[in-house]
C-alpha cells in the first residue's frame, strides 16, 4: 500500500497523426504496448479500500487485474477481467472513465488517475491477439428458453449470462447486423467493427442464435413470442432510438440529418466508401452538427473524414457543460473541428432545390442553473448570424421508439414512453417480460446498459428457475 | 440467405420476384413492406409485399428497375439468394369492412395496390381499380387485378391500351357516373396521387395514398422517411406507409426525393463501368 509514485501523469497512449486521421476510418488511439501497459499498471497503489471499483458499473475487480498486468500475468489479468465484464476491449474505448472508475482513483486526488480504461483495452486485445478464451463455464441446459429483443451491449450482455446459466437463448434485431449503437452509431475511427464482430461470434459459440432482420412489434409482437414461439421469458434492449429534430424553420431540407441517420448512412452502410458501397450521403464542404454529447462529436469528426474543409460543432452551453467524453473532444479539436460554443440553431434556410444552404445562429448566454443543475443557456437578443453549410446534422437527443409499446398494451410506458422496469431487476409490470438499457434510462452509456442487462439475466434466471415462486400478481416496480 | 424461388419479368425492367422468407410471409398484411438487401455492400431497399405464399413461406415483390439496386435485384435469378430480407414493415393497410373501394395505381403504384384490392375483397369490399401508365408495356398487373376486382378500368397516356388520358380522367368519369365510393387508394409517382388527391378534395372523398420516400433503416430510428403531414412530422416507415392524402406535403416528399439524385446517377455509372 505505501507505495511511492514515481510518475504522476498517466502513461500516454499513442494516437494516429491528427492530420494524418482526420480523414481516415482508421482508429485513432492505437493502444499501450506491454512496457506502456505495465509501466502504467505499477502506477496503482492497490487502495484496501478499492473506490474505483465502486465507480464502475459492473463492479469489475480493478486493482487485481492491474495487479496481474504490473506482474506480467496477462492471462491472470484477462481471466479476472472477463469474469466481471462481457465486452472489455469496447468499455476500454467508450466507457466515460472520467466519470466513472477513473474519477474514483485515490491516484486522482493529487495526480492523474490510473488509466483503468487504456489498461482494459489493452488487456483485451493483448487476449485476442492470443487467442484466449473467455473465463467461466456454461450451465447444463436449463430446458428454458428466452428471447433478447435487440442487440445493442444490453442485449448481447443478457443473452451471454443467459446462456452460461444453461438457458437456450435468441436475439431478434432489427437491423442486419448486430450490435446495436456499437455497429450503427460510435464510427469505426473510434471503435472498429471487427472488435464488435468478435465479441458477437464469441456469443455465437456460448450457443446464442441471432436472428437479423427481425423487428418485434412487426415481424412478431411480444405475446408472439410467449404464445407461438413458446418462449419462457422476453428481455427487451432496443435502445433509445428515436431521433428528434428541433421546431425551426428548414429542418425537412435535403441536407439535414439526424445523428442517427448520418452516422448509420456511414457506419453501417460503409456510405464512406460510396460509390463501393451502394449507400449515398451528401458529402458537403462545410458541415455544422448540432448538440454536444458523445453523439454529436461522431457526427462532427465523421463530417471532417468525409472531406468537409468546415466542421463546425454548434453548442448551446460552454465547453464545460460539454456532456461528450473529455478525450473526444481534445480529439476534434487536434482534427480541426471548429468549436461554436453558446450558440443555437433558429432557422435553416434552402436554396430554390430544396437544398441546405444557411445555418441561422443566435448567440446564448448562461443563466441561472437548471433542474439539471446546468447554466441553462439564455439567447441574446440580435445576435442572429449565418453559417454557410450545405448538410446540418441534430445530434440533440433522442426518444424511445414505439414500435414495441404500440404493440404490447399491458407494458407500461413513462411519459417519455421509456418501458417502466425495477432498476435492480429490469421486470416490467408485464409477467416474463424484463427490460434494461437505453430503452429504459433514456440515453445513457454502453457499460450502464450491459450492467442492466447483467442485472436483468440474474432476475430472469430466478424467475426461470422457481416458476411456483414466480408471482402472479405483477413482479417488481 | 433468402432463397430466390422465381423471377419473371412483367414488362420492361419491371420484374415479379419470389423469395423465401417464412418470418415475413407468416405475418404480412396489405399495405405493408419489406426491406432486402442484395448482397454485402448493398443499400437496404424498401419493396412493398405484392403478393404471399404461406405454404411456400414467400412472398412477392414487383419491382422495377430504376437505378443500382433495383436492377442488381432483378438480376438474381431463381435458385439465386439475397442477403437480408427484414420485415413486415409499416402499418398494415385500414379496410373497412365491406366498403367500395377505388383502387388507383401510376405503374409501379399497381404493385402497392393490387394486395391492398385484394384486403378488401377478403373483408367482403367492393373493388373498382384504374390502372394507368405512360404506355401499354407499364400497365403492370392488369391480367392479376381483373381477376380481384370488380370493374378494372385501364388508361395509358398514349392511348395503347385501354382509354387514352390519365387515371384522374377515369377516376372523374366513374364519380360522374355516381356510382358511391367510400373511399380512394391512390399510388403511383409523387405528381399522379396529388392529382388525384387535388381531385377528391373538393368532393370530400377520403383519399388514401402510400408514400415512397428514400428510406435506411425502415424502423423508424434514422428519421430519413420523415414527411410533413398536416403540419406534423411523420416518419413514413412506422407511422405509414398510407396517409390520408389530403394532409401530405407532396411538395416537400418529391423534393426530398431528388436528395441523392447525383449519387444515385454515379452509383449506376459505376455498376455499368463494372459489369
Ligand atoms: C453516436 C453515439 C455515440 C456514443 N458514444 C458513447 C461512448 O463513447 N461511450 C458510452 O458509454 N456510450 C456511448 N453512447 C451511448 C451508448 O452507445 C448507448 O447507451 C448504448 O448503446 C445503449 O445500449 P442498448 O443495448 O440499450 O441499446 P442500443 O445499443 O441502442 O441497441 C438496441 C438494438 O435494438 C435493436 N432494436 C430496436 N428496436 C427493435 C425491435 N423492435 N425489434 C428488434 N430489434 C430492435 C436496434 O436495432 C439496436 O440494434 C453513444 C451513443 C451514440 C448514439
Ligand atoms: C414503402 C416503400 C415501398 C416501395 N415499394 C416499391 C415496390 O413495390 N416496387 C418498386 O419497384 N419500388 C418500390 N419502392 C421504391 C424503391 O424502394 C426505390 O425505387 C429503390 O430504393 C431505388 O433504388 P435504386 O438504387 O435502384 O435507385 P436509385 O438510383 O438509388 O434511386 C431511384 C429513385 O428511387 C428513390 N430512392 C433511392 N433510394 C431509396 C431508398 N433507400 N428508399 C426509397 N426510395 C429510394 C430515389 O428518390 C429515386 O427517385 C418503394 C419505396 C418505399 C419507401
Ligand atoms: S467497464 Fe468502464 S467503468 Fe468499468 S472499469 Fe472498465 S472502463 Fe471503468
Ligand atoms: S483507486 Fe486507483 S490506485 Fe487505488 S486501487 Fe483503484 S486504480 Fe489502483
Ligand atoms: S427509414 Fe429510418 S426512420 Fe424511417
Given at each position: 500500500?505505501?507505495?511511492k509514485i514515481?510518475?504522476k501523469?498517466k502513461t ?5 497523426d491528427a492530420g494524418?486521421?482526420s480523414?481516415s476510418f482508421?482508429e485513432v488511439a492505437?493502444g499501450?504496448?506491454?512496457d506502456m501497459?505495465?509501466a502504467e ?5 492497490e487502495c484496501k479500500?478499492e473506490?474505483?471499483i465502486?465507480?464502475c ?8 487485474f492491474?495487479?496481474?498486468?504490473a506482474?506480467?500475468?496477462?492471462q ?6 472477463s469474469?466481471d465484464?462481457l465486452?472489455?476491449a469496447i468499455?476500454g474505448?467508450v466507457c466515460p472513465?472520467e466519470?466513472?472508475?477513473e474519477?474514483?482513483?485515490t491516484l486522482?486526488?493529487k495526480f492523474?488517475p490510473v488509466?483503468?480504461?487504456?489498461l482494459?483495452?489493452?488487456v483485451a486485445d493483448h ?14 441446459p436449463s ?9 445493442g451491449?444490453a442485449g448481447?450482455?443478457?443473452?451471454a449470462d443467459?446462456?452460461?446459466l444453461?438457458h437456450?437463448?435468441?436475439i431478434?434485431e432489427?437491423l442486419h ?11 469505426e475511427f473510434?471503435?472498429p467493427?471487427?472488435i ?8 455465437e459459440?456460448?450457443g446464442?442464435?441471432?436472428?437479423t432482420?427481425?423487428?418485434?412489434g ?9 404464445d407461438?414461439l413458446?418462449?419462457?421469458a422476453?428481455?427487451i434492449?432496443?435502445g433509445?432510438?428515436?431521433p ?12 439535414v440529418?439526424s445523428a442517427?441517420e448520418?452516422?448509420t448512412?456511414s457506419?453501417l452502410m460503409k456510405?464512406?466508401?460510396f460509390p463501393?458501397s451502394?449507400?449515398?450521403m451528401?458529402r458537403?464542404r462545410n458541415?455544422a452538427?448540432?448538440?454536444g454529447g ?6 462532427v469528426?465523421?463530417?471532417k473524414r468525409?472531406g468537409?474543409?468546415?466542421a463546425?460543432?454548434?453548442y448551446r ?7 461528450a ?7 476534434a479539436?487536434e482534427e480541426?473541428i471548429?468549436l461554436l460554443?453558446?450558440?443555437a ?5 434552402g436554396d ?8 441561422r445562429c443566435?448567440r446564448?448566454?448562461?443563466g441561472d442553473p437548471?433542474a439539471?443543475?446546468r447554466?441553462?443557456?439564455v439567447p441574446i437578443?440580435g445576435?442572429a448570424f449565418d ?5 446540418v446534422?441534430f445530434?440533440v ?6 414500435l414495441?409499446?404500440g404493440?404490447?398494451?399491458?407494458l407500461?410506458?413513462?411519459k ?11 421486470a416490467t ?8 438499457g ?5 440515453g445513457a452509456?454502453?457499460?450502464s446498459?450491459m450492467?442492466a442487462?447483467?442485472?436483468a439475466?440474474?432476475?430472469?434466471h430466478?424467475f426461470?428457475?422457481?416458476p ?7 413482479i417488481?416496480? | ?9 412483367l414488362?420492361?425492367?419491371?420484374h415479379?420476384?419470389w423469395i423465401?422468407?417464412p418470418?415475413?410471409a407468416r405475418?404480412?398484411k ?6 432486402i438487401r ?5 443499400e ?10 404461406t ?10 428497375g430504376?437505378g443500382?439496386s ?6 438474381v ?12 414493415l409499416g402499418r398494415?393497410?385500414h379496410?373497412?369492412?365491406g ?5 388507383v395505381?401510376?405503374?409501379?403504384g399497381?404493385a402497392?395496390?393490387y394486395?391492398i384490392a385484394c ?7 367492393r373493388?373498382t381499380?384504374?390502372?394507368g401508365?405512360r404506355?401499354?408495356d ?6 392479376e ?6 370493374a378494372c378500368?385501364?388508361?395509358t ?8 388520358g390519365l ?7 366513374i364519380i360522374?357516373?355516381?356510382v358511391r365510393?367510400?373511399e380512394?387508394v391512390a ?5 399522379m396521387?396529388r392529382?388525384v388527391c387535388?381531385l377528391t378534395?373538393?368532393?370530400g372523398?377520403k383519399t388514401t395514398v402510400?408514400l415512397n ?11 430519413g422517411c420523415?414527411v410533413?403531414?398536416?403540419g406534423?412530422?411523420k416518419?413514413?416507415?412506422v ?9 401530405v406535403d407532396?411538395?416537400?416528399?418529391s423534393a426530398?426525393l431528388r436528395?441523392?439524385?447525383s449519387q444515385e446517377?454515379?452509383s449506376?455509372?459505376h455498376?455499368?463501368?463494372s459489369?
Amino acid at each position: 500500500m505505501a507505495k511511492k509514485i514515481t510518475q504522476k501523469t498517466k502513461t500516454e497512449m499513442p494516437c494516429r497523426d491528427a492530420g494524418e486521421r482526420s480523414r481516415s476510418f482508421d482508429e485513432v488511439a492505437l493502444g499501450y504496448t506491454i512496457d506502456m501497459a505495465v509501466a502504467e499498471a505499477n502506477r496503482c497503489i492497490e487502495c484496501k479500500n478499492e473506490p474505483c471499483i465502486a465507480g464502475c458499473p459492473v463492479g469489475i475487480d480493478i486493482p487485481t487485474f492491474i495487479c496481474q498486468v504490473a506482474a506480467g500475468d496477462f492471462q491472470a489479468a484477462w481471466q479476472t477481467l472477463s469474469a466481471d465484464n462481457l465486452l472489455p476491449a469496447i468499455c476500454g474505448r467508450v466507457c466515460p472513465q472520467e466519470e466513472q472508475c477513473e474519477c474514483k482513483c485515490t491516484l486522482g486526488r493529487k495526480f492523474d488517475p490510473v488509466a483503468i480504461g487504456r489498461l482494459e483495452r489493452f488487456v483485451a486485445d493483448h487476449a485476442a491477439s492470443q487467442g484466449w478464451q473467455v473465463g467461466g463455464t456454461i450451465a447444463p441446459p436449463s430446458g428454458r428458453a428466452v428471447a433478447v429483443v435487440g442487440s445493442g451491449p444490453a442485449g448481447l450482455t443478457a443473452a451471454a449470462d443467459l446462456a452460461r446459466l444453461g438457458h437456450k437463448v435468441t436475439i431478434f434485431e432489427a437491423l442486419h447486423k448486430p450490435g446495436g449503437v456499437l455497429v450503427y452509431g460510435i464510427p469505426e475511427f473510434r471503435l472498429p467493427k471487427t472488435i464488435v464482430s468478435r465479441e458477437v461470434q464469441a456469443l455465437e459459440q456460448l450457443g446464442v442464435e441471432i436472428k437479423t432482420n427481425h423487428v418485434i412489434g412487426r415481424t412478431f409482437t411480444v405475446d408472439d413470442l410467449f404464445d407461438e414461439l413458446r418462449y419462457d421469458a422476453v428481455f427487451i434492449g432496443t435502445g433509445a432510438g428515436l431521433p428528434h429534430f428541433p421546431k425551426i424553420p428548414g429542418v425537412n431540407l435535403i441536407g439535414v440529418y439526424s445523428a442517427n441517420e448520418y452516422l448509420t448512412r456511414s457506419n453501417l452502410m460503409k456510405a464512406y466508401r460510396f460509390p463501393e458501397s451502394d449507400t449515398p450521403m451528401i458529402r458537403a464542404r462545410n458541415v455544422a452538427v448540432i448538440g454536444g454529447g458523445n453523439t454529436a462529436m461522431d457526427s462532427v469528426r465523421t463530417a471532417k473524414r468525409l472531406g468537409a474543409d468546415h466542421a463546425y460543432l454548434v453548442y448551446r452551453r460552454s465547453r464545460d457543460e460539454m456532456p461528450a467524453r473529455h478525450e473526444e473532444i481534445e480529439h476534434a479539436e487536434e482534427e480541426g473541428i471548429e468549436l461554436l460554443l453558446l450558440a443555437a440553431p433558429i432557422e435553416i434556410v434552402g436554396d430554390a432545390e430544396s437544398r441546405v444552404r444557411v445555418l441561422r445562429c443566435e448567440r446564448m448566454a448562461l443563466g441561472d442553473p437548471d433542474a439539471s443543475g446546468r447554466r441553462s443557456p439564455v439567447p441574446i437578443p440580435g445576435s442572429a448570424f449565418d453559417l454557410e453549410v450545405e448538410v446540418v446534422v441534430f445530434a440533440v437527443g433522442q426518444g424511445a421508439n414505439p414500435l414495441i409499446s404500440g404493440t404490447t398494451p399491458d407494458l407500461p410506458v413513462n411519459k417519455w414512453g421509456n418501458i417502466v422496469a425495477d432498476d435492480a431487476t429490469g421486470a416490467t409490470q408485464k409477467r416474463g417480460v424484463f427490460a434494461g438499457g437505453d430503452i429504459v434510462t433514456g440515453g445513457a452509456t454502453v457499460i450502464s446498459a450491459m450492467g442492466a442487462g447483467r442485472r436483468a439475466a440474474q432476475a430472469i434466471h430466478a424467475f426461470l428457475t422457481a416458476p411456483a415462486a414466480a408471482p402472479d400478481t405483477p413482479i417488481g416496480v | 440467405m433468402y432463397p430466390v424461388l422465381e423471377n419473371e419479368l412483367l414488362s420492361q425492367d419491371v420484374h415479379r420476384l419470389w423469395i423465401e422468407a417464412p418470418h415475413v410471409a407468416r405475418k404480412r398484411k396489405p399495405g405493408q413492406f419489406v426491406i432486402i438487401r442484395v448482397g454485402e455492400e448493398g443499400e437496404r431497399i424498401p419493396l412493398t409485399i405484392a403478393d404471399v405464399d404461406t405454404a411456400r413461406g414467400a412472398i412477392a415483390l414487383i419491382v422495377q428497375g430504376v437505378g443500382k439496386s433495383t436492377r442488381e435485384l432483378n438480376l438474381v435469378p431463381a435458385g439465386g439468394t439475397v442477403l437480408d430480407v427484414a420485415g413486415p414493415l409499416g402499418r398494415p393497410t385500414h379496410i373497412e369492412p365491406g366498403a367500395h373501394v377505388c383502387c388507383v395505381g401510376g405503374g409501379i403504384g399497381a404493385a402497392v395496390v393490387y394486395p391492398i384490392a385484394c384486403g378488401v375483397k377478403a373483408s367482403g369490399g367492393r373493388v373498382t381499380a384504374i390502372l394507368g401508365g405512360r404506355t401499354k408495356d407499364l400497365v403492370l398487373l392488369e391480367r392479376e387485378m381483373r381477376a380481384v376486382a370488380d370493374a378494372c378500368h385501364v388508361t395509358t397516356d398514349d392511348g395503347s391500351a385501354g382509354a387514352k388520358g390519365l387515371v384522374t380522367d377515369a377516376l372523374s368519369a366513374i364519380i360522374a357516373e355516381g356510382v358511391r365510393i367510400d373511399e380512394v387508394v391512390a399510388v403511383g409517382p409523387v405528381p399522379m396521387m396529388r392529382a388525384v388527391c387535388e381531385l377528391t378534395r373538393p368532393l370530400g372523398l377520403k383519399t388514401t395514398v402510400s408514400l415512397n420516400p428514400v428510406m435506411v433503416d425502415g424502423t423508424g430510428m434514422c428519421g430519413g422517411c420523415r414527411v410533413l403531414i398536416g403540419g406534423q412530422q411523420k416518419f413514413v416507415c412506422v407511422d405509414g406507409p398510407e396517409f390520408d392524402g389530403h394532409l401530405v406535403d407532396f411538395g416537400e416528399l418529391s423534393a426530398r426525393l431528388r436528395a441523392y439524385r447525383s449519387q444515385e446517377a454515379e452509383s449506376l455509372t459505376h455498376y455499368c463501368a463494372s459489369h
